[in-house]
Structure formats: structure tokens, C-alpha cells
């Protein structure tokens, strides 16, 4: 009976700590690498989330710091597509892909690879919320 017990409390704990772990992964984004968010897009067939950003860029830091630390635009983009992040600074070869020049920067690509849209510069939650919507649901093809 005591080892029933102590299994029951250990499965508990381990339930506790997965969903606490589970919590704070939704507490953020869940970015990834050009090259690996890419085939995963083509994997999963999911939309692809592109910004570009620049260490010293003062709207980068507000986008890091604001939009995308609020919880509608956080659970949009981990639930609808698979968010990257690119430095461009490190990155050289896929800003030029893009014709990255201002920052930050946001493009929106179909899970086929092509563009859908672009924005440049900063936008603030409400704004990235409504162009995602768009985006999600191919509004702006209609």
C-alpha cells in the first residue's frame, strides 16, 4: 500500500511539473531559426511568423518588450503559425532574401513558401492581432 502511495505522489509531482513547465511555455513564443521554422512550416503546414530584428534597433526592443509579451498575440502565433526570429545583423544572406532595409521587420509566408504580406516596422499588439486574424484566415485573399 505505502509504495501505491509514494507512486501516486510521484506521478502527481510529475503531472504538477509538466503542467507548470506546459504554463510557462505559453508565457512566451516559441521562436525558432529560418531554417529549421521553415521545414517545420512544410511539416506541420502551418504559416510561417518572419521578424527581422536588430540588437541596437529601439522599436525591435519595444516589439520584444510589448507586443510580444501580450497573451492574445503569444497564443496566435505558437497555436496558428511557427514564429521566427532573425537577427539580420547574424543573419546577412536571408535579409537579403527578404530585402530586409528598416527594422523591425514582418513578413507572413503561406505554408507553400510564398509571401503573403509584409509589414514594416514596429506594431503594437492590438495591430499585429488584427493583421494576423487577417492572415489566418485568408481574408485578405477574398
Avoid at 7 to 35: F, N
Avoid at 90 to 110: C, E, H, M, N
Avoid at 116 to 124: D, E, S, T, V
Wanted: aromatic content about 10%.
Amino acid at each position: 500500500m505505502k509504495i501505491a502511495k509514494a507512486m501516486a505522489v510521484l506521478l502527481l509531482v510529475l503531472l504538477a511539473g509538466a503542467v507548470a513547465s506546459a504554463q510557462a511555455a505559453a508565457d512566451k513564443i516559441e521562436w525558432h531559426t529560418y531554417d529549421s521554422g521553415m521545414a517545420r512550416s512544410k511539416f506541420e503546414k502551418k504559416k510561417v511568423f518572419l521578424y527581422f530584428y536588430i540588437e541596437d534597433c529601439i522599436y525591435c526592443k519595444e516589439m520584444e518588450r510589448r507586443t510580444f509579451k501580450d497573451s492574445a498575440v503569444i497564443a496566435a502565433l505558437n497555436r496558428n503559425f511557427i514564429p521566427i526570429r532573425v537577427n539580420a545583423d547574424r543573419d546577412q544572406q536571408t535579409s537579403l532574401l527578404y530585402s530586409v532595409k528598416g527594422f523591425p521587420d514582418l513578413w507572413f509566408i503561406a505554408e507553400s513558401g510564398e509571401v503573403i504580406g509584409h509589414k514594416p516596422g514596429f506594431a503594437p499588439a492590438d495591430q499585429l492581432m488584427k493583421i494576423l486574424n487577417v492572415v489566418m484566415t485568408g481574408a485578405a485573399a477574398k
